[in-house]
């Protein structure tokens, strides 16, 4: 008889937890637990606007050989993206027609970009090789995340703004 309460509490606590993360799915909550950004709960807005520069948005990756590989190497968890990539939580540092210089760091129409030095190794020391620059094509994105370890457009490029799911705000987070 215990056993069989402690079994329907423990069910009845799952189905909750399960319609709580559908609910909170469909209305654009997400949860981060990434260093890419504050830990925590945010949201994704429409945009009544164009994006721009230091905009923090949720955007789907291309599920390109190069995305698929970072998934490989743990880089990127899965999600409802295409290829089953999960959506970046990214700040947008450039936008199309502006300059993107790498060297040990990277710079945006000659401007230093804070927290942006580059490594040619990964935290497990596997090869990382980083965008060589160039100017943002229309219709494409340059995304940063202040993190040392953050994949981000250092190494994979700009990326397509059609897979721009909307601009984050946070609800409930902190920087540990």
């Known amino acids: 008889m215990k056993r069989r309460r402690i079994a329907n509490v423990l069910g ?5 937890a399960t319609i709580l993360a559908m609910i909170g799915w469909v209305g654009g909550y997400r949860l981060n637990l990434t ?16 994006v721009a520069a230091g905009d923090t948005v949720f955007i789907c990756p291309p599920a390109t050989y190069m995305f698929m ?4 190497r743990g880089y990127l968890r899965s999600g409802l993206c295409p290829g089953g990539l999960a959506p970046l939580l990214k700040t947008i540092v450039a936008v199309a027609g502006q300059r ?12 230093p970009l804070a927290a942006s030095r580059i490594h040619h190794r990964d935290g ?15 219709g494409y994105l340059f995304l940063h995340s202040s993190s040392e370890s953050s994949y981000d457009s250092r190494y994979f490029g700009p990326i ?3 897979g721009l799911l909307g601009r984050a705000r946070p609800v409930f987070t902190f920087r540990p």
Do not use: C, K
């Not at 993107?100 to 401007?111: A, E, F, L, P």
């Open 12 to 16: 009845m606590a799952a189905v909750s």
């Open 35 to 50: 260093s890419s950004a504050a830990i925590g709960l945010w949201r994704i807005e429409a945009t009544e606007r164009s």
């Open 69 to 72: 590989q970072a998934f490989g």
């Open 100 to 111: 993107v210089w790498i060297g040990d760091d990277v710079s945006i129409d000659g401007r």
């Open 124 to 138: 497990q020391g596997r090869v990382i090789v980083p965008f060589s620059g160039g100017t943002v094509p229309p």
């Open 160 to 162: 397509p703004a059609t």
